[in-house]
Structures are given as C-alpha cells and as structure tokens.
C-alpha cells in the first residue's frame, strides 16, 4: 500500500552545517510529492513541492528532487541556520482525484549556535 | 493559492462538553476533505474522510460516534468531538486536495485541551 519512510531523527547540526534528510515512498504511478515543514506549537506548512518525475521543487533554500526510478525525494539544504529548527514531513498526493495525503513519520531538526 | 480555513485555532473545554471545529475551502469546491489528528512529537494521522452530502469513513479505530463529521455544503466539513475528555486533547487539522491531484491544502489546526 501506500507509504512513505523517512529518515529517523532527531537531527542535531550546527549552523551553516549541510543537511540532507532521506525520503523514500510506495505508491503506484506518478503522485506529486511535497515536503512541510512544522515549527513548535505551529500548524504545517508546504515547503516545496514537485508533481513530475525529474522536477525539483525549491523554496528558502531547500531543494528536492522527484526521482521517480528511486521512489526518493530527498531534502537538502546547503547551510542550514538556527531557524531552521522545526519538523519535517515528507509526504505525498496519490495521483487520483480528491484524494488523501499520505504523510512520513516526520524528522526532527535542530540546529544549533 | 486555495485556502483552507479552520477555526478556532484553540480551544479549551470541560471534561464531558462537546466542541465543534469547523474546516471551510475559501475559493474552491471540496467534496471531500480530510480530518487529521496529531499526537505531541508524531506524524498526522488521518482520522476521517469526510464526503459532502452522504457519511463520512472513518479510519480503523477511529469511534465515529465519538468525533462526529458532518459535511452539509461543498465548502464546509465540521468535526464534533463529543463528550470530550482529557485523553481527545491533541492537534486536529484539516486539509482539502484539488481536483486535478497535484495540491492539498491544510487549516491552520486547532488545538484542543480538554480539563
């Protein structure tokens, strides 16, 4: 069935450090594939997102591609900041109609001075 | 973009009171919407597909005589937690996918505490 993992946190870095988390997902055809990111006490957010095999979504730095030959949609950014201290949520949209998201179990970041 | 409404963004009731959430689609039509629950430090997990104009389906383990969904028009869904107890308290959220399945869009979230 349908599913996403995700790399299991939490992730401790400093800043200006390099972060990558890992996403993987099961679904069949093409689903668009998003990232969200919650800040404490907050609701979520869209990140960025991608709906075709090979597009890379970007937003604040972050960027992933929607590798459809690995099922990855790894997040990356290349110098993360104190800010950045939130949780992320790999998720994607199942290519049908109306339909539900299928979120990750969600990664916690920390980054530290 | 579409907006998804939800409101309140909080509320604090009495053990044994019943507390109505409600979850708008701001420019679009969503015939189905989606009700999540989030436990402190976890992931969503969906709760309820709520579909306009006939019974919500409810996910396993999930009491639907407990968190009761009522999707009466194509742009409202409400989520009625009744006889609320301390153990209801958690993040509800809500969320509506466009009609071509490239989008989902998420409320604000309500939080809920139950004394």
């Known amino acids: 069935g349908n599913s996403v993992t995700q790399m299991e946190g939490p992730v401790t870095l400093s800043e200006e450090a390099f972060l990558t988390i890992n996403c993987t997902y099961t679904a069949t055809g093409y689903p668009s594939l998003f990232w969200y990111v919650q800040y404490p006490g907050e609701g979520l957010q869209l990140l960025l997102k991608a709906t075709k095999a090979d597009d890379k979504g970007s937003n604040k730095g972050f960027e992933a591609t929607y590798r459809k030959e690995t099922t990855s949609f790894h997040l990356e950014k290349g110098s993360v900041q104190v800010s950045d201290s939130a949780v992320y949520f790999c998720?994607?949209?199942?290519?049908?109609?109306?339909?539900?998201?299928?979120f990750g179990p969600g990664t916690s970041l920390s980054v530290i001075p | 973009g579409a907006v998804v409404s939800q409101h309140p963004s909080w509320v604090i009731c009495k053990s044994g009171t019943s507390v109505k959430i409600e979850c708008r689609s701001l420019d679009f039509q969503a015939t189905t919407m989606f009700w999540y629950r989030q436990f402190p430090k976890q992931s969503l997990m969906l709760m309820a597909t709520?579909?306009?104009?006939?019974?919500?389906?409810?996910e396993q383990g999930v009491e639907k005589d407990k968190f009761l969904i009522n999707h009466a028009s194509l742009t409202l869904s409400t989520l009625t937690v009744t006889s609320a107890h301390p153990e209801d308290s958690s993040f509800y959220i809500c969320?509506?996918?466009?009609?071509?399945?490239?989008?989902?869009?998420f409320g604000q979230g309500t939080r809920l505490t139950v004394v």
């Open positions: 998720a994607f949209l199942p290519e049908t109609s109306y339909d539900k998201v299928i």
């Open positions: 969320s509506a996918s466009d009609p071509l399945g490239t989008e989902a869009f």
């Open positions: 709520s579909n306009e104009g006939s019974k919500a389906t409810y």
